[in-house]
Every structure is written in C-alpha cells, then in structure tokens.
Nanobody, 125 residues
Framework: QVKLVESGGGSVQSGGSLTLSCAAS????????YAWFRQVPGSEREGVSA???????TYAPSVQGRFTLSADTAWKTLTLQMNNLKSEDTAMYYC???????????????????WGQGTQIAVSS
C-alpha cells in the first residue's frame, strides 16, 4: 500500500509562483512513475506533468515552460515548481503514483495507481 500526501497549495495572484510537494510512504517501488493531475469541477481530471523511472519528465502543453517537476533520489518526494501562474491553472491538484509515466491527452484511468487527496490552487487575475 502506498500513501501520498500533497502540500503547498494555496492562493496566489496571476504571475506568481507556488511549489507543490507530494510525500510518499508505504511500499515505494522505483518501478512506478509519478505524476501530477488537476481537475476543476465539471471537467475531466487532466495530466499536468509526469516523471518516469529514468527521470524523464513530460508536461502538458499548457504548462510547458512554466512548471518544473522533480523527484528525490529516494523516490519518495515529488516536487512541482509552478511559475508564472495563470487563472486557468486554478484547480485541485492531485499527486499520483503508478503507470503514469507520460502526460497523455484524454481521461485518466485512476485504477492504474495510487492517489493523494489533492491540494487546491487558486490563481486570481
């Protein structure tokens, strides 16, 4: 069993920055990937960024160049640095661990891994 706990959410003005963290505990396997997803009410959960076991990261086009994803060498802490935030980044952000090794368009199969409870980001213009 894996437990994921997100932190770092909050409110910020457009153009500002936030850093999200995800702490993993339990059975941590380096054979799985990490990813951040986000969701607004009434919409599908969408991939924001992912990192695979080699450290290769992918990003959604909407955040490319503004967000940076990293993981520690113990593969227990995931960090998402978010810069130049925009109002459209407002959402609940979820950390996930499992078969989420690349950001791909379309709905996500949540059964493919473990999920945190989410942390809210609100960006005001």
């Amino acid at each position: 069993q894996v437990k994921l706990v997100e932190s770092g959410g909050g409110s910020v003005q457009s153009g500002g920055s936030l850093t999200l963290s995800c702490a993993a505990s339990g059975y941590i396997s380096k054979s799985n990937c990490y990813a951040w997803f986000r969701q607004v009410p009434g919409s599908e959960r969408e991939g924001v960024s992912a990192i695979d076991m080699s450290g290769t990261t992918t990003y959604a086009p909407s955040v490319q160049g503004r967000f940076t994803l990293s993981a520690d060498t113990a593969w227990k802490t995931l960090t998402l640095q978010m810069n130049n935030l925009k109002s459209e980044d407002t959402a609940m952000y979820y950390c996930a661990k499992g078969s989420f090794c690349r950001v791909v368009p379309g709905p996500v199969n949540q059964a493919l891994g473990y999920w945190g409870q989410g942390t809210q980001i609100a960006v005001s213009s």
